[in-house]
């Protein structure tokens, strides 16, 4: 079974910086593009970095772009987003979602994991 | 960056009735649309890749059509459980996007 499990999230305060990860189970990760799509409260869904299967690609939102990194290490099953100088528009539910390929549908989603940004 | 447009943004019907969601995009994307549910509370869910192609598991009232710039996702005969929001994304760009959305509620 494929699972997709955020962690990392918080409250956390302006201009100061977070990680999460997100662990993958039940396929080899190493074939699969992740993604990190948010969700702000009460709003749609924002897409807002991607990386391939061998990082050798990577792509970020203009709204995040210059602000937070995605990385992956296949040996750990895991993808990260890296957040820095965050600001109260980050304030989301961020959720990772799995992806054959680069043209590809997100075909699997995490739960999900908070972050709040606010003094 | 590619611009989706969904309308309407909410649809009230009645459980048996049939029907339809666009989604407009604002250049020519071929037929990299795919489609989504997200139910109060929980992740959301594809329903329909590339504009028409079905996915195991969901059930056969949903369907896709569509290519270009203009997409509609059609339920066949509601069901109680289908009320929720439904979203279009593009991966015809690098650079993901999604529409904002179209509530399906209870009349």
């Known amino acids: 079974e494929v699972q997709l499990v955020e962690s990392g999230g918080g409250l956390v305060q302006p201009g100061r910086s977070l990680k999460l990860s997100c662990l993958a189970s039940?396929?080899?990760?190493?074939?699969?593009?992740m993604n990190w799509i948010r969700q702000a409260p009460g709003k749609g869904l924002e897409w807002v970095a991607s990386i391939s299967s061998s990082s050798s690609y990577i792509y970020y939102a203009d709204t995040v772009k210059g602000r937070f990194t995605i990385s992956r290490d296949n040996a750990k099953n895991t993808l990260y987003l890296q957040m820095t100088s965050l600001r109260s528009e980050d304030t989301a539910l961020y959720y990772c979602?799995?992806?054959?390929?680069?043209?590809?549908?997100?075909?699997?989603w995490g739960q999900g994991v908070m972050v709040t940004v606010s003094s | 960056n590619i611009v989706l447009t969904q309308s309407p943004a909410t649809l009230s019907v009645t459980p048996g009735e049939s029907v339809s969601l666009s989604c407009r995009a604002s250049?020519?994307?071929?037929?990299?649309i795919h489609w989504y549910q997200q139910k109060s509370n929980e992740s959301p869910r594809l329903l329909i890749k590339y504009a028409s192609q079905s996915i195991s598991g969901i059930p056969s009232r949903f369907s896709g059509s569509g290519s270009g710039t203009d997409f509609t996702l059609s339920i066949n005969r509601v069901e109680s459980e289908d009320f929720s929001i439904y979203y279009c994304q593009q991966s015809y760009s690098s650079l993901s996007t999604f529409g904002a959305g179209t509530k399906l509620e209870l009349k």
């Open positions: 039940g396929f080899t990760f190493s074939n699969y593009g």
């Open positions: 979602a799995r992806q054959r390929r680069p043209t590809d549908s997100f075909d699997y």
């Open positions: 250049q020519s994307i071929s037929t990299s």
